[in-house]
């Protein structure tokens, strides 16, 4: 049973390009995240929605665009993609009462060529 | 600014062999804060999580945790190491007034050779 799923694994595009990723989560949580990994395993938070609002928006390229059609899903839009966007991207789930107890997805390894 | 370093990047053990693994946070406020575990090809696990009480906190697969507060300190221990630790270890911290925004580490990588 997949608690926290991403698609797709890998992404491998060209600069300029647009691509998604999505995310779902099984677990009944209410609260998701995105978090960057970058090629030093640095994990930073992006963004957190909650029932489907922007909880936190950090300083994230405003090429950069989550939606969450439900509070099970959290998808991530990147346009005019950037050498500099290749990375590994998070997608996480909690509850809002117990944010700090968070659960992964396998993560998606972005590579923009 | 508030933030995580884990200072030790590489580690490289013999199993059998005893491990520690530092973290250091700075902000002098209250914290709650966690260690996670990626296993190669997997993602990210919590090992163990510490909100209040007992600064010794014991976690899954045998690891503990102890929160020193005089020195901004969680240190992740394990008395013996095994082949199946090898993984990647990332301590994080919440802090007060930070929106339970989880604050990352940049992870020690461990490796342990039979």
């Known amino acids: 049973d997949t608690a926290v799923s991403q698609t797709p694994k890998y992404l491998v595009t060209q600069m300029g390009n647009d691509k998604s990723i999505k995310c779902e989560q099984n677990?009944?949580?209410?609260?998701m995240y995105w978090y960057k990994q970058d090629s030093k395993k640095f994990l930073k938070i992006m963004f957190s929605?909650?029932?489907?609002?922007?909880?936190i928006n950090e300083t994230v390229p405003n090429r950069f665009s989550p939606k969450s059609p439900d509070k099970a899903h959290l998808n991530l839009h990147i346009n005019s993609l950037e050498l500099g966007d290749s990375a590994v991207y998070f997608c996480a789930s909690s509850l809002l009462q117990d944010q700090e107890t968070q659960y992964f997805g396998p993560g998606t390894r972005l590579l923009v060529l | 600014a508030q933030s995580v370093s884990q200072h030790n990047h590489h580690v490289i053990l013999s199993e059998a062999a005893s491990l520690e693994l530092g973290c250091n946070y700075s902000y002098g406020g209250t914290v709650n804060l966690f260690w996670y575990v990626q296993y190669p090809g997997q993602h990210l696990q919590l090992l163990l999580k510490?909100?209040?009480?007992?600064?010794l906190v014991k976690g899954i697969k045998g690891f503990e945790a102890e929160f020193i507060k005089s020195k901004f300190s969680f240190n992740l221990r394990k008395p013996s190491v095994q082949w199946s630790d090898t993984a990647e270890y990332f301590c994080a911290v919440t802090f007060t007034g930070g929106g339970n925004k989880l604050t990352f580490g940049t992870g020690t990588q461990l490796k342990v050779e039979l």
């Open positions: 510490y909100f209040s009480g007992d600064p």
């Open positions: 677990l009944g949580h209410d609260t």
């Open positions: 929605y909650n029932n489907k609002e922007l909880i």
